[in-house]
């Protein structure tokens, strides 16, 4: 149904070690073999097959309509979007991974 892909932060020692502070106020061990990442974001390729619809580059905060009810992405996770109605109903959608 859709495909999520995940927004990293990498930073990597270029010749030694070193230690950084993260946005989340962590201190972590950066060296040349083990560099930092994190997610920091997803977002979401989804197709609605009942109205032939592709959404596409779909962000946390995004609007899309779907059998004319407007919906707003609340989160998207590695292998799920959750999605909230006007009449605040809160939906989670499972993905597939196989087109």
Same mark, same amino acid.
């Given at each position: ?18 230690k ?7 201190t972590?061990?950066? *060296? ?30 995004? *609007? ?23 009449? *605040?109903?809160? *939906? ?8």
């Amino acid at each position: 149904m859709f495909a999520s892909d995940a927004v990293v932060i990498f930073c990597s020692a270029g010749r030694g070690r070193g230690k950084i502070d993260t946005a989340t106020g962590d201190t972590v061990a950066v *060296t040349k073999d083990k560099p930092y990442e994190r997610v920091d974001s997803h977002i979401a390729d989804m197709r609605y097959d009942p109205e032939r619809k592709n959404l596409l580059q779909q962000h946390v905060g995004d *609007t899309i309509t779907l059998d004319r009810e407007m919906y707003k992405i609340v989160e998207i996770t590695s292998n799920a979007v959750r999605v909230e109605s006007a009449r *605040t109903k809160v *939906t989670e959608i499972k993905w597939n991974r196989t087109p």
